[in-house]
């Protein structure tokens, strides 16, 4: 479940959610459905009204997987576990949801939000949540940008730390499963988080998935756990060890899942290159119509779709897109807005050969490359019919 922020901006992010290529590529691993509800909420209105579930929100989201359980010939989605991943507001949402459904929430990522654990004296409308013995065994990350509060104090989003490190350490303290992980190039925006939250969500839900349709969440297993110090000044010397190993101070560390997660996320603090060894998988059913191709494609779980590699007659012909557009972080195939989402409209596996021979036939592939820049095997070759002038 990818859910958007506040504003009329970030709704409009959040409708095309579930069209996004690699956030669909966790969810086919998983045997899982991909949502992104979108709250309609004029500019200057009070997020609250939808980002606290508890207004109104967490009931009319359970009524709408409900319908469209009935509506898709899928009832289980009204009782199925949730992953949910949500920013800036939707952060706030999510982390309620654990807090009120913690037996449906298999794991959660929380970027720039947070749900309040403590009254705010400036603002009586916002009502703290308590945490039940049950919230504690749901996998938890707290991401935001080191300028919303962290290393950068002044600007707009500098009120995002203060709540993230209460929430953080109350949960801490508690036993909760839960850790920080800070970009130490952003603020506000999402950047390049989601190298680090699909393959967290990934181990989570391997973990804790259960074998048997219906069965209870499985517990994350204690014995795969690394912890690493909280290091909030950037000096990149919080290595995560195993947690027998660790001498730190225990209720205020990184919880983290496993040690492959451990690595990554040291990746990430440092600079946000989380590597990846793995290539895309290949294209599939490349079709020829006159001179345009088509053709589909599933996005590398560890990173994504960069681009894609046209050859013609064993040589190279462009690429798709020209030139990927993200300015928060990696190029990507489909391009991505602030909120983490494929900007409209969505584009598509085409590409149009326009130099093309008029009369001769031509062989063509497509080649997938990641966001690494990991090429995937190529699609065997196809034949187009002599094009016509």
Same mark, same amino acid.
């Given at each position: ?77 009204a ?40 009254p ?16 504690l ?13 962290v &290393?950068?104090? #002044? $600007?707009?989003? +500098?009120? =995002?730390?203060? @709540?993230?490190?209460?929430?953080? !350490? ?16 952003t ?8 190298y ?35 290091? &909030?000044?950037? #000096? $990149?010397?919080? +290595?995560? =060890?195993?947690? @027998?190993?660790?001498?730190?101070? !225990? ?36 079709r ?44 990507v ?24 021979d ?30 016509d002038?």
């Open positions: 479940m990818h859910q958007h922020g506040c504003g009329e901006g970030s709704c409009r992010s959040g409708l095309t959610g579930a069209f996004d290529l690699h956030w669909q590529a966790l969810a086919r691993k998983h045997d899982c459905a991909l949502l992104s509800p979108a709250y309609e909420q004029p500019e200057k209105a009070d997020c609250q009204l939808w980002c606290d579930p508890r207004n109104g929100s967490g009931t009319v989201f359970q009524q709408a997987l409900s319908d469209l359980g009935e509506r898709s010939g899928h009832p289980e989605l009782t199925v576990p949730w992953a949910l991943w949500g920013h800036s507001g939707g952060g706030h949402w999510a982390g309620g949801m654990v807090l009120l459904h913690p037996e449906r929430v298999a794991a959660a990522w929380l970027r720039s939000g947070v749900p309040l654990l403590r705010n004296p400036d603002r009586s409308n916002l009502r703290a949540h308590t945490v039940t013995d049950a919230v065994a749901v996998p938890l990350m707290c991401n935001l940008g080191t300028r919303e509060g &290393t950068d104090k #002044t $600007n707009g989003f +500098a009120g =995002v730390w203060p @709540g993230v490190e209460v929430f953080f !350490k109350t949960m801490r303290a508690k036993g909760a499963l839960v850790g920080v992980a800070i970009d130490p190039l603020s506000h925006e999402c950047g390049n988080q989601r680090l939250a699909i393959p967290w969500l990934d181990a989570c839900l391997t973990a804790r998935l259960p074998a048997k349709p219906g069965a209870p969440l499985r517990p994350m297993p204690a014995a795969s756990t690394w912890l690493a110090s909280l290091d &909030t000044a950037g #000096t $990149n010397d919080a +290595a995560p =060890v195993p947690a @027998g190993e660790f001498i730190g101070v !225990k209720e205020e560390s990184v919880w983290l899942p496993n040690q492959a997660i451990a690595r990554a996320w040291s990746q990430y603090v440092q600079d946000t290159a989380v590597t990846d060894v793995t290539p895309p998988p290949a294209p599939r059913n490349l020829i119509v006159a001179n345009e191709l088509t053709w589909e494609a599933d996005a590398d779980v560890e990173s994504g779709l960069g681009h894609f590699v046209i050859e013609r007659d064993g040589r190279f012909l462009a690429t798709v897109p020209d030139q990927g557009r993200n300015p928060y972080g990696r190029p195939f489909q391009n991505l807005q602030y909120s983490d989402t494929p900007s409209q409209p969505l584009i598509p596996m085409r590409y149009l050969d326009t130099t093309a008029g009369g001769k036939r031509h062989r063509y592939r497509v080649i997938a490359v990641n966001t690494v820049g990991l090429s995937s095997e190529q699609l065997p070759a196809a034949t187009d019919q002599p094009v002038g």
